[in-house]
């Protein structure tokens, strides 16, 4: 089993940055893709950011293109998302997935372990 936990949600105004934390633990995997996804209230949860293994390939989604980046410290088994000139509509609570494969790109169901989520809230 491996266990995500998130980290660093919380409530920021329109335009400012937050950076997420993932911290993998259990049995972690060498070799495989992890992503953020988010889920408003009322809303399908969404893709939102997605790294490869050695992190030399990202995919993001239209919506936070330019705004976040992800990253990855595979030393420390950590996911993280840079979030930048946050909008309302990025309310949402994000959630770390990890994938058995290095080839999963933006589909939920490519992922099998997915963390609790932490909630950002940007405030108008």
């Known amino acids: 089993q491996v266990q995500l936990v998130e980290s660093g949600g919380g409530l920021v105004q329109a335009g400012g940055s937050l950076r997420l934390s993932c911290a993998a633990s259990g049995r972690t995997f060498s070799g495989n893709a992890m992503a953020w996804f988010r889920q408003a209230p009322g809303k399908e949860r969404e893709f939102v950011a997605r790294?490869?293994?050695?992190?030399?390939?990202?995919l993001y989604a239209d919506s936070v293109k330019g705004r976040f980046t992800i990253s990855r410290d595979n030393t420390k088994n950590t996911v993280y998302l840079q979030m930048g000139s946050l909008k309302p509509e990025d309310t949402a609570v994000y959630y770390c997935?990890?994938?058995?494969?290095?080839?999963?790109?933006?589909?939920?169901?490519?992922?099998?372990?997915w963390g609790q989520g932490t909630q950002v809230t940007v405030s108008s």
């Open positions: 997935a990890s994938s058995y494969s290095d080839y999963a790109t933006r589909y939920a169901a490519q992922y099998e372990y």
């Open positions: 790294i490869n293994w050695s992190g030399g390939s990202t």
